[in-house]
Protein backbone atom coordinates (compact mmCIF):
# COMPACT_ATOMS: atom_id res chain seq x y z
CA UNK A 1 0.00 0.00 0.00
CA UNK A 2 1.34 3.46 -0.88
CA UNK A 3 1.54 6.29 1.35
CA UNK A 4 -1.23 9.20 1.13
CA UNK A 5 0.05 11.82 -0.39
CA UNK A 6 3.69 10.62 -0.84
CA UNK A 7 6.49 11.64 -2.76
CA UNK A 8 5.17 9.22 -5.55
CA UNK A 9 1.85 10.44 -5.41
CA UNK A 10 -0.24 9.79 -8.40
CA UNK A 11 2.92 7.88 -9.88
CA UNK A 12 2.27 4.50 -10.82
CA UNK A 13 5.47 3.73 -12.79
CA UNK A 14 8.75 3.99 -12.69
CA UNK A 15 9.27 5.56 -15.51
CA UNK A 16 6.72 8.37 -14.38
CA UNK A 17 8.49 9.12 -11.47
CA UNK A 18 11.42 10.04 -13.12
CA UNK A 19 9.84 12.33 -15.68
CA UNK A 20 8.73 13.95 -13.10
CA UNK A 21 11.14 14.59 -10.53
CA UNK A 22 14.04 15.11 -13.09
CA UNK A 23 12.11 17.06 -15.78
CA UNK A 24 7.96 18.32 -14.66
CA UNK A 25 8.53 18.90 -10.38
CA UNK A 26 10.83 22.44 -10.80
CA UNK A 27 9.49 23.73 -13.88
CA UNK A 28 8.11 27.27 -13.46
CA UNK A 29 4.56 28.17 -13.80
CA UNK A 30 2.95 30.57 -16.69
CA UNK A 31 -0.79 31.10 -15.67
CA UNK A 32 -2.29 31.78 -18.97
CA UNK A 33 -5.80 32.07 -17.04
CA UNK A 34 -6.80 32.66 -13.80
CA UNK A 35 -9.08 35.48 -11.51
CA UNK A 36 -6.76 36.50 -9.01
CA UNK A 37 -7.64 40.17 -8.03
CA UNK A 38 -4.63 42.69 -9.44
CA UNK A 39 -5.73 45.01 -6.38
CA UNK A 40 -5.00 42.43 -4.23
CA UNK A 41 -1.15 41.42 -6.16
CA UNK A 42 -0.29 44.57 -6.33
CA UNK A 43 -0.94 46.09 -2.33
CA UNK A 44 0.06 42.50 -1.33
CA UNK A 45 -2.45 41.72 0.47
CA UNK A 46 -1.79 39.55 3.93
CA UNK A 47 -4.55 37.10 4.94
CA UNK A 48 -6.36 37.31 8.46
CA UNK A 49 -6.52 33.43 8.69
CA UNK A 50 -6.97 29.80 6.58
CA UNK A 51 -10.76 30.27 5.77
CA UNK A 52 -10.25 33.60 4.02
CA UNK A 53 -7.11 32.72 2.28
CA UNK A 54 -8.86 29.13 1.57
CA UNK A 55 -12.54 29.61 1.61
CA UNK A 56 -12.95 33.25 0.40
CA UNK A 57 -14.67 33.04 -2.98
CA UNK A 58 -13.81 29.26 -3.72
CA UNK A 59 -17.04 27.64 -5.10
CA UNK A 60 -15.54 23.92 -5.81
CA UNK A 61 -14.96 24.09 -1.90
CA UNK A 62 -18.79 25.88 -0.86
CA UNK A 63 -20.60 23.34 -3.56
CA UNK A 64 -19.06 20.60 -1.47
CA UNK A 65 -19.85 21.84 2.11
CA UNK A 66 -23.79 22.12 0.52
CA UNK A 67 -23.60 18.36 -0.71
CA UNK A 68 -22.76 17.39 2.89
CA UNK A 69 -25.26 19.70 4.40
CA UNK A 70 -23.61 22.65 6.05
CA UNK A 71 -25.73 25.60 6.29
CA UNK A 72 -25.01 28.75 4.29
CA UNK A 73 -24.41 31.04 7.14
CA UNK A 74 -21.14 28.57 7.49
CA UNK A 75 -20.59 28.86 3.66
CA UNK A 76 -20.89 32.19 2.67
CA UNK A 77 -23.15 33.62 5.66
CA UNK A 78 -21.52 35.65 8.67
CA UNK A 79 -20.41 32.84 10.55
CA UNK A 80 -16.72 33.03 11.98
CA UNK A 81 -14.10 32.23 9.73
CA UNK A 82 -13.21 29.49 12.64
CA UNK A 83 -15.97 27.94 11.96
CA UNK A 84 -16.28 27.38 8.50
CA UNK A 85 -12.95 26.12 8.36
CA UNK A 86 -14.15 23.36 10.88
CA UNK A 87 -17.12 22.75 8.62
CA UNK A 88 -14.79 21.83 5.26
CA UNK A 89 -12.59 19.75 7.38
CA UNK A 90 -15.61 17.68 8.37
CA UNK A 91 -16.80 17.61 4.97
CA UNK A 92 -13.76 16.99 3.31
CA UNK A 93 -13.36 13.71 5.66
CA UNK A 94 -16.08 12.40 3.75
CA UNK A 95 -15.05 13.47 -0.02
CA UNK A 96 -12.85 10.34 -0.88
CA UNK A 97 -12.22 10.54 -4.59
CA UNK A 98 -13.19 14.23 -5.22
CA UNK A 99 -9.84 16.16 -6.83
CA UNK A 100 -10.50 18.85 -3.14
CA UNK A 101 -8.91 15.84 -1.26
CA UNK A 102 -6.00 16.38 -3.19
CA UNK A 103 -5.77 20.03 -3.52
CA UNK A 104 -6.34 20.38 -0.49
CA UNK A 105 -3.94 18.51 1.06
CA UNK A 106 -1.49 19.21 -1.41
CA UNK A 107 -1.73 23.12 -0.62
CA UNK A 108 -1.04 21.79 3.40
CA UNK A 109 1.63 20.29 2.56
CA UNK A 110 3.32 22.72 0.20
CA UNK A 111 2.68 25.98 2.20
CA UNK A 112 2.07 25.20 5.80
CA UNK A 113 4.28 22.31 5.59
CA UNK A 114 1.35 19.89 7.25
CA UNK A 115 1.86 16.38 6.78
CA UNK A 116 -1.11 15.07 8.18
CA UNK A 117 -4.79 14.49 7.44
CA UNK A 118 -7.53 17.21 7.60
CA UNK A 119 -10.67 15.88 9.29
CA UNK A 120 -13.08 17.24 11.88
CA UNK A 121 -10.48 15.81 14.44
CA UNK A 122 -7.76 17.67 13.28
CA UNK A 123 -8.98 21.08 12.62
CA UNK A 124 -8.27 22.74 15.00
CA UNK A 125 -4.80 21.93 15.27
CA UNK A 126 -4.24 23.07 11.49
CA UNK A 127 -6.42 25.89 12.21
CA UNK A 128 -3.50 27.19 14.89
CA UNK A 129 -0.69 26.03 12.75
CA UNK A 130 -2.15 28.11 9.85
CA UNK A 131 -2.89 30.94 12.06
CA UNK A 132 0.79 31.56 13.22
CA UNK A 133 2.13 30.85 9.39
CA UNK A 134 0.18 33.67 8.10
CA UNK A 135 1.81 35.59 10.76
CA UNK A 136 5.07 35.35 7.89
CA UNK A 137 5.16 37.57 5.41
CA UNK A 138 5.99 34.86 3.16
CA UNK A 139 2.31 34.38 3.24
CA UNK A 140 1.19 37.45 1.43
CA UNK A 141 0.02 37.56 -2.16
CA UNK A 142 3.20 38.35 -3.65
CA UNK A 143 5.33 35.92 -1.63
CA UNK A 144 2.94 33.01 -2.80
CA UNK A 145 3.16 33.99 -6.18
CA UNK A 146 7.21 33.64 -5.94
CA UNK A 147 7.31 30.83 -3.41
CA UNK A 148 4.51 29.03 -6.16
CA UNK A 149 7.63 30.03 -8.89
CA UNK A 150 5.28 32.12 -11.30
CA UNK A 151 6.49 33.66 -14.60
CA UNK A 152 3.40 34.96 -15.71
CA UNK A 153 -0.14 35.61 -14.28
CA UNK A 154 -2.95 36.65 -16.66
CA UNK A 155 -6.21 37.87 -14.88
CA UNK A 156 -9.17 37.99 -16.20
CA UNK A 157 -10.61 41.39 -16.79
CA UNK A 158 -13.62 43.45 -18.29
CA UNK A 159 -13.14 46.17 -21.25
CA UNK A 160 -14.65 48.56 -19.36
CA UNK A 161 -11.92 48.49 -16.63
CA UNK A 162 -9.28 50.86 -16.05
CA UNK A 163 -6.61 48.05 -15.68
CA UNK A 164 -5.33 50.67 -12.63
CA UNK A 165 -3.27 48.12 -11.01
CA UNK A 166 -1.98 46.62 -14.02
CA UNK A 167 -0.60 49.89 -14.84
CA UNK A 168 1.12 50.11 -10.96
CA UNK A 169 2.62 46.56 -11.36
CA UNK A 170 3.90 47.37 -14.46
CA UNK A 171 5.97 50.15 -12.96
CA UNK A 172 6.53 48.23 -9.70
CA UNK A 173 10.29 47.13 -9.75
CA UNK A 174 9.68 45.13 -6.63
CA UNK A 175 7.57 42.76 -8.67
CA UNK A 176 9.31 40.13 -11.01
CA UNK A 177 7.11 38.12 -12.30
CA UNK A 178 4.66 39.60 -14.88
CA UNK A 179 0.74 40.19 -14.64
CA UNK A 180 -0.96 41.24 -17.52
CA UNK A 181 -4.80 41.80 -18.23
CA UNK A 182 -6.95 39.47 -20.09
CA UNK A 183 -9.70 40.89 -22.47
CA UNK A 184 -12.88 39.38 -21.62
CA UNK A 185 -15.94 40.77 -23.27
CA UNK A 186 -18.66 39.16 -22.12
CA UNK A 187 -20.75 41.85 -21.21
CA UNK A 188 -20.54 43.23 -24.56
CA UNK A 189 -21.43 40.23 -25.97
CA UNK A 190 -24.25 38.92 -23.82
CA UNK A 191 -26.67 40.97 -25.53
CA UNK A 192 -29.90 39.37 -23.48
CA UNK A 193 -28.45 40.31 -20.39
CA UNK A 194 -30.64 43.06 -18.20
CA UNK A 195 -28.74 45.78 -17.71
CA UNK A 196 -26.82 45.41 -21.23
CA UNK A 197 -27.62 49.13 -22.26
CA UNK A 198 -25.84 50.85 -19.25
CA UNK A 199 -23.33 48.41 -19.36
CA UNK A 200 -22.93 49.75 -23.02
CA UNK A 201 -22.97 53.48 -21.26
CA UNK A 202 -20.14 52.19 -19.11
CA UNK A 203 -18.31 50.87 -22.07
CA UNK A 204 -18.33 54.24 -24.24
CA UNK A 205 -17.48 56.24 -21.20
CA UNK A 206 -14.14 54.25 -20.90
CA UNK A 207 -12.93 54.08 -24.63
CA UNK A 208 -14.24 57.65 -24.84
CA UNK A 209 -16.68 57.22 -27.53
CA UNK A 210 -20.21 56.99 -28.55
CA UNK A 211 -21.62 54.41 -28.81
CA UNK A 212 -24.74 55.42 -31.10
CA UNK A 213 -24.72 52.02 -33.44
CA UNK A 214 -23.38 48.29 -34.01
CA UNK A 215 -20.47 49.85 -35.59
CA UNK A 216 -19.44 51.92 -32.90
CA UNK A 217 -19.44 48.96 -30.67
CA UNK A 218 -16.86 47.42 -32.49
CA UNK A 219 -14.75 50.51 -32.83
CA UNK A 220 -15.11 51.45 -28.32
CA UNK A 221 -14.13 47.53 -28.08
CA UNK A 222 -11.08 47.64 -30.65
CA UNK A 223 -9.94 51.11 -28.46
CA UNK A 224 -10.13 49.03 -25.33
CA UNK A 225 -8.52 46.26 -27.19
CA UNK A 226 -5.55 48.09 -28.09
CA UNK A 227 -5.43 49.91 -24.46
CA UNK A 228 -5.45 46.53 -23.29
CA UNK A 229 -2.46 45.41 -25.70
CA UNK A 230 -0.29 48.35 -24.14
CA UNK A 231 -0.05 46.57 -20.91
CA UNK A 232 1.11 43.44 -22.30
CA UNK A 233 -2.10 41.48 -22.75
CA UNK A 234 -1.81 39.08 -24.92
CA UNK A 235 -5.07 37.05 -24.60
CA UNK A 236 -8.84 36.97 -25.00
CA UNK A 237 -11.07 35.31 -23.17
CA UNK A 238 -15.01 34.59 -23.66
CA UNK A 239 -17.61 32.70 -21.57
CA UNK A 240 -20.61 31.30 -23.49
CA UNK A 241 -23.12 28.77 -23.42
CA UNK A 242 -22.38 27.82 -26.91
CA UNK A 243 -20.96 29.30 -30.17
CA UNK A 244 -22.97 30.75 -32.38
CA UNK A 245 -23.09 30.91 -36.00
CA UNK A 246 -26.08 33.33 -37.84
CA UNK A 247 -25.01 35.39 -40.88
CA UNK A 248 -26.66 38.36 -41.17
CA UNK A 249 -26.53 41.46 -43.14
CA UNK A 250 -24.83 44.87 -41.19
CA UNK A 251 -27.97 46.55 -41.47
CA UNK A 252 -29.93 43.52 -39.63
CA UNK A 253 -26.76 43.91 -36.54
CA UNK A 254 -27.76 47.32 -36.17
CA UNK A 255 -31.51 47.09 -36.31
CA UNK A 256 -30.99 44.20 -33.37
CA UNK A 257 -28.49 46.49 -31.41
CA UNK A 258 -30.93 49.39 -31.70
CA UNK A 259 -33.89 47.42 -30.32
CA UNK A 260 -31.72 46.11 -27.36
CA UNK A 261 -30.48 49.23 -26.62
CA UNK A 262 -34.06 50.68 -26.33
CA UNK A 263 -34.81 47.70 -23.82
CA UNK A 264 -36.73 45.27 -25.98
CA UNK A 265 -36.63 41.70 -25.88
CA UNK A 266 -35.10 40.04 -28.66
CA UNK A 267 -35.75 36.76 -30.46
CA UNK A 268 -33.30 33.79 -30.60
CA UNK A 269 -32.33 34.64 -34.28
CA UNK A 270 -31.93 37.83 -33.14
CA UNK A 271 -29.31 37.00 -30.26
CA UNK A 272 -27.36 34.74 -32.65
CA UNK A 273 -26.72 36.71 -35.35
CA UNK A 274 -25.74 39.85 -33.58
CA UNK A 275 -23.21 37.86 -31.29
CA UNK A 276 -21.60 35.82 -34.53
CA UNK A 277 -21.56 39.05 -36.00
CA UNK A 278 -19.40 40.39 -32.56
CA UNK A 279 -17.70 37.19 -32.11
CA UNK A 280 -16.10 37.65 -35.93
CA UNK A 281 -15.30 41.09 -35.75
CA UNK A 282 -13.34 40.86 -32.48
CA UNK A 283 -12.26 37.49 -33.83
CA UNK A 284 -9.98 39.38 -36.76
CA UNK A 285 -9.25 41.95 -34.13
CA UNK A 286 -7.33 39.49 -32.31
CA UNK A 287 -5.72 38.11 -34.87
CA UNK A 288 -4.74 41.48 -36.41
CA UNK A 289 -2.62 41.92 -32.49
CA UNK A 290 -1.67 38.75 -32.16
CA UNK A 291 -4.23 37.75 -29.45
CA UNK A 292 -4.73 33.99 -28.35
CA UNK A 293 -8.99 33.48 -28.42
CA UNK A 294 -9.59 31.60 -25.64
CA UNK A 295 -13.49 30.19 -26.21
CA UNK A 296 -15.00 28.40 -22.78
CA UNK A 297 -18.51 26.71 -23.76
CA UNK A 298 -21.34 24.65 -22.75
CA UNK A 299 -22.11 25.47 -19.73
CA UNK A 300 -25.26 26.39 -17.96
CA UNK A 301 -24.42 29.59 -15.44
CA UNK A 302 -26.82 30.32 -11.85
CA UNK A 303 -29.72 27.03 -12.64
CA UNK A 304 -30.76 27.51 -9.38
CA UNK A 305 -32.49 30.83 -9.25
CA UNK A 306 -33.89 31.22 -5.92
CA UNK A 307 -29.88 30.95 -4.40
CA UNK A 308 -28.26 32.85 -7.20
CA UNK A 309 -30.12 35.83 -6.58
CA UNK A 310 -29.88 35.57 -2.67
CA UNK A 311 -26.19 34.84 -3.05
CA UNK A 312 -25.38 36.10 -6.03
CA UNK A 313 -23.13 34.83 -9.42
CA UNK A 314 -19.84 32.43 -9.30
CA UNK A 315 -21.32 30.78 -6.43
CA UNK A 316 -21.54 27.20 -6.93
CA UNK A 317 -24.59 27.22 -8.78
CA UNK A 318 -23.78 26.33 -12.70
CA UNK A 319 -22.93 23.29 -14.19
CA UNK A 320 -22.10 21.54 -17.53
CA UNK A 321 -24.81 21.65 -20.59
CA UNK A 322 -24.96 18.91 -23.26
CA UNK A 323 -25.60 21.24 -26.71
CA UNK A 324 -23.20 19.28 -28.87
CA UNK A 325 -22.90 22.30 -31.45
CA UNK A 326 -19.84 21.59 -33.16
CA UNK A 327 -21.05 21.94 -36.50
CA UNK A 328 -21.53 26.18 -35.77
CA UNK A 329 -18.57 25.89 -34.12
CA UNK A 330 -16.44 24.40 -37.18
CA UNK A 331 -18.58 27.40 -39.10
CA UNK A 332 -17.60 29.94 -36.93
CA UNK A 333 -14.22 29.55 -37.31
CA UNK A 334 -14.07 28.73 -40.97
CA UNK A 335 -15.92 31.93 -41.49
CA UNK A 336 -12.32 33.67 -39.94
CA UNK A 337 -10.25 31.38 -41.46
CA UNK A 338 -11.64 32.06 -44.84
CA UNK A 339 -10.45 36.06 -44.27
CA UNK A 340 -7.28 34.49 -43.23
CA UNK A 341 -8.19 35.97 -39.45
CA UNK A 342 -8.37 33.35 -37.29
CA UNK A 343 -6.33 33.86 -34.38
CA UNK A 344 -4.49 31.12 -32.39
CA UNK A 345 -7.42 29.97 -30.13
CA UNK A 346 -7.84 27.16 -27.58
CA UNK A 347 -11.20 25.29 -27.07
CA UNK A 348 -12.29 24.71 -23.70
CA UNK A 349 -15.68 22.62 -23.59
CA UNK A 350 -17.25 22.16 -19.78
CA UNK A 351 -18.82 18.55 -20.90
CA UNK A 352 -16.31 16.03 -21.76
CA UNK A 353 -18.07 14.34 -24.25
CA UNK A 354 -16.80 16.49 -26.59
CA UNK A 355 -13.17 16.29 -26.20
CA UNK A 356 -12.91 14.31 -29.55
CA UNK A 357 -14.96 17.05 -30.78
CA UNK A 358 -12.77 19.80 -30.25
CA UNK A 359 -9.51 17.81 -30.87
CA UNK A 360 -10.78 16.77 -34.41
CA UNK A 361 -12.13 20.55 -34.99
CA UNK A 362 -8.52 21.47 -34.17
CA UNK A 363 -6.99 19.66 -35.95
CA UNK A 364 -8.76 21.09 -39.20
CA UNK A 365 -7.52 24.16 -38.54
CA UNK A 366 -4.02 24.09 -38.02
CA UNK A 367 -1.03 25.80 -40.39
CA UNK A 368 2.48 26.82 -40.43
CA UNK A 369 1.92 30.06 -38.00
CA UNK A 370 2.44 28.08 -34.71
CA UNK A 371 3.09 24.86 -33.25
CA UNK A 372 -1.00 23.43 -32.32
CA UNK A 373 -2.24 27.13 -33.30
CA UNK A 374 -5.73 25.97 -32.23
CA UNK A 375 -5.63 23.99 -29.11
CA UNK A 376 -7.61 21.74 -27.19
CA UNK A 377 -8.53 23.43 -23.73
CA UNK A 378 -6.99 21.56 -20.27
CA UNK A 379 -9.56 19.98 -18.86
CA UNK A 380 -11.71 22.83 -17.05
CA UNK A 381 -13.49 23.05 -14.30
CA UNK A 382 -15.95 20.18 -12.98
CA UNK A 383 -13.22 18.35 -15.36
CA UNK A 384 -10.33 19.18 -13.70
CA UNK A 385 -9.81 16.20 -11.54
CA UNK A 386 -7.88 12.80 -12.34
CA UNK A 387 -10.02 11.10 -14.55
CA UNK A 388 -11.06 14.49 -16.87
CA UNK A 389 -7.62 15.07 -17.21
CA UNK A 390 -6.56 11.61 -18.14
CA UNK A 391 -9.25 11.59 -20.77
CA UNK A 392 -8.42 14.50 -21.96
CA UNK A 393 -4.61 13.96 -22.34
CA UNK A 394 -5.84 10.84 -23.97
CA UNK A 395 -7.74 12.35 -26.81
CA UNK A 396 -5.26 15.03 -27.29
CA UNK A 397 -2.85 12.67 -27.81
CA UNK A 398 -5.42 9.93 -29.70
CA UNK A 399 -6.42 12.83 -32.34
CA UNK A 400 -4.14 15.69 -31.82
CA UNK A 401 -0.51 16.46 -31.20
CA UNK A 402 0.32 16.16 -27.46
CA UNK A 403 3.80 17.45 -27.47
CA UNK A 404 2.26 21.17 -28.46
CA UNK A 405 0.27 21.19 -25.66
CA UNK A 406 0.52 24.65 -23.82
CA UNK A 407 -0.49 22.69 -20.78
CA UNK A 408 -2.18 23.42 -17.56
CA UNK A 409 -3.94 26.54 -15.73
CA UNK A 410 -5.31 27.62 -12.67
CA UNK A 411 -8.64 29.21 -13.24
CA UNK A 412 -8.27 30.20 -9.13
CA UNK A 413 -9.32 33.27 -7.41
CA UNK A 414 -7.01 31.65 -4.50
CA UNK A 415 -3.32 32.39 -4.18
CA UNK A 416 -2.96 28.86 -3.08
CA UNK A 417 -4.22 27.39 -6.30
CA UNK A 418 -0.45 27.01 -7.70
CA UNK A 419 -0.60 23.03 -6.23
CA UNK A 420 -2.98 22.53 -8.92
CA UNK A 421 -0.21 22.82 -11.31
CA UNK A 422 2.09 19.92 -9.17
CA UNK A 423 -1.71 17.18 -9.52
CA UNK A 424 -1.57 18.08 -13.65
CA UNK A 425 2.13 17.43 -13.64
CA UNK A 426 1.98 13.71 -11.89
CA UNK A 427 -0.95 12.97 -13.94
CA UNK A 428 0.57 14.10 -17.22
CA UNK A 429 4.11 12.09 -16.18
CA UNK A 430 2.11 9.35 -15.19
CA UNK A 431 0.27 9.40 -18.76
CA UNK A 432 3.30 9.42 -20.56
CA UNK A 433 5.35 7.22 -18.05
CA UNK A 434 2.32 4.62 -18.52
CA UNK A 435 2.98 4.93 -22.43
CA UNK A 436 6.75 4.07 -22.62
CA UNK A 437 6.65 1.68 -19.62
CA UNK A 438 4.16 -0.35 -22.32
CA UNK A 439 6.89 0.01 -24.95
CA UNK A 440 4.58 2.73 -26.99
CA UNK A 441 7.12 5.57 -26.85
CA UNK A 442 10.75 5.09 -26.79
CA UNK A 443 12.74 5.41 -23.64
CA UNK A 444 14.36 8.40 -25.11
CA UNK A 445 15.27 10.94 -22.38
CA UNK A 446 16.11 13.95 -24.88
CA UNK A 447 12.42 13.52 -26.32
CA UNK A 448 10.56 12.52 -22.92
CA UNK A 449 12.34 15.70 -21.77
CA UNK A 450 11.57 18.22 -24.46
CA UNK A 451 7.95 16.90 -24.45
CA UNK A 452 7.41 17.33 -21.07
CA UNK A 453 9.45 20.41 -20.14
CA UNK A 454 7.09 21.88 -23.03
CA UNK A 455 3.90 20.86 -21.55
CA UNK A 456 4.63 22.59 -18.54
CA UNK A 457 6.29 25.43 -19.27
CA UNK A 458 7.80 26.32 -22.93
CA UNK A 459 5.11 25.31 -24.95
CA UNK A 460 3.15 27.68 -23.59
CA UNK A 461 5.96 30.53 -23.04
CA UNK A 462 6.19 30.41 -26.74
CA UNK A 463 2.22 30.18 -27.61
CA UNK A 464 1.71 32.94 -26.26
CA UNK A 465 4.48 34.83 -26.80
CA UNK A 466 6.02 35.97 -23.01
Known amino acids: MK???????????????????????????????????????????????????????????????????????????????????????????KAIGNPLYHWSHLELKRYFGYEGVLNGETAETVWQLAEEKLQDERFSARNLIRRSDVDVICTTDDPADTLEYHKLLREDRMVEF??????????????????????????????????????????????????????????????????????????????????????????????????????LELGKAYAERGFVMQIHYNVQRNVDRKRFLSIGPDAGFDCMDSENRGRELAQFMNALAEEDALPKTILYSLNPND??????????????????????????WFNDHKEGMKKQLTSLANIGLLGGFVGMLTDSRSFLSYARHEYFRRILCDFIG?????????????????????????????????
Not at 356 to 367: E, K, M, R, V, Y
Open 3 to 93: TFMGRNFLLSNEKAKELFHEFAEDMPIIDYHCHLDPKEIYEDKRFSDIAEVWLGGDHYKWRLMRAAGVPERYITGDAPGREKFRMYAETLE
Open 178 to 279: KVYPTFRPDKAVNIENAGYPEYIEKLAAAAKEKIHSFADLVKALIKRMDYFKSLGCRVSDHGLSYVPFERASAEEVEAVFEKAMEGTALTEKEIRLYKTALL
Open 355 to 380: DALLDTIAGSFQDESAVSKVQHGSAW
Open 434 to 466: GLVENGEYPDDPRALEKIVEGICYYNAKKYFGF
